[in-house]
């Protein structure tokens, strides 16, 4: 069984400070690596991407990628309560996506 | 920006009739998807279609349900004598090349509620 994990959380973190999510997953042959975010009762949308080991930034996101430790991680710097809502962590195995269940993030103002 | 566009945004339907909805994925995607999210859980893959195939489906998938592109813009996940289970959130998706690592991009959804 192909298993993406997630920490539930919530995860609560000041207007300010950095939010840190972290996901492991179990098939080796993942390639290819997203961060969704789902605000309630809406679609998931792409937020970041990562296929390579190391760091990717994006603005005030970061998201690490460890293929030998089958981990992905992702920084959210600044946070803002605009950034409170659920970040599935996803993992492409070519024709389907895997997503964890995802974990809440709150931003207190 | 191209985007998935999915409709009816809510369906309700009675127990053990048919359904169908409906997807429009972005123009030059080649690879279409389907997802659902029961309420409170994780979102789930269905199935993946390519070349007026299915690529790939998961146990989700059974004999209930179906897929179709009708035409050249259209893609269409049918349910077949649907159950209370059923009611969740469906998304569909599409992408470039899933090979090449390409996202998929999701519309907004169908809320299904089965009554």
């Known amino acids: 069984q192909k298993e993406v994990e997630q920490n539930s959380g919530p995860l609560s973190v000041p207007e300010g400070a950095i939010a840190s999510l972290n996901c492991t997953y179990s098939?080796?042959?993942?390639?290819?690596f997203f961060w969704y975010r789902q605000y309630s009762g809406k679609s998931p949308e792409l937020i970041m991407s990562?296929?390579?080991?190391g760091d990717k930034e994006d603005g005030r996101f970061t998201a690490q990628l460890n293929k030998a430790s089958q981990y992905v991680s992702l920084l959210i710097r600044d946070s803002q309560p605009s950034d409170s809502a659920t970040y599935l962590c996803?993992?492409?195995?070519?024709?389907?996506?895997?997503f964890g269940a995802g974990t809440r993030l709150f931003v207190k103002a | 920006e191209p985007e998935v566009t999915q409709t009816p945004s809510h369906q309700v339907t009675q127990m053990g009739q048919e359904v169908i909805l409906r997807c429009v994925p972005i123009s030059n995607h080649l690879y279409f998807y389907w997802y659902r999210q029961i309420l409170g859980q994780k979102v789930e893959f269905l199935v993946s279609?390519?070349?007026?195939?299915?690529?790939?489906k998961s146990e989700i998938f059974d004999d209930q349900f179906s897929v179709e592109r009708p035409d050249g813009s259209n893609f269409t996940l049918k349910i077949r004598s649907t159950k209370l289970e059923d009611s969740a959130m469906y998304f569909c998706?599409?992408?470039?090349?899933?090979?090449?690592?390409?996202?998929?991009?999701f519309g907004d959804g169908t809320r299904l509620s089965i009554l």
């Open positions: 279609f390519y070349n007026n195939e299915i690529s790939e």
């Open positions: 998706a599409s992408s470039d090349n899933p090979y090449s690592n390409q996202p998929q991009h």
């Open positions: 990562i296929y390579s080991n």
């Open positions: 098939d080796r042959g993942s390639q290819s």
């Open positions: 996803a993992v492409n195995l070519q024709v389907k996506t895997i």
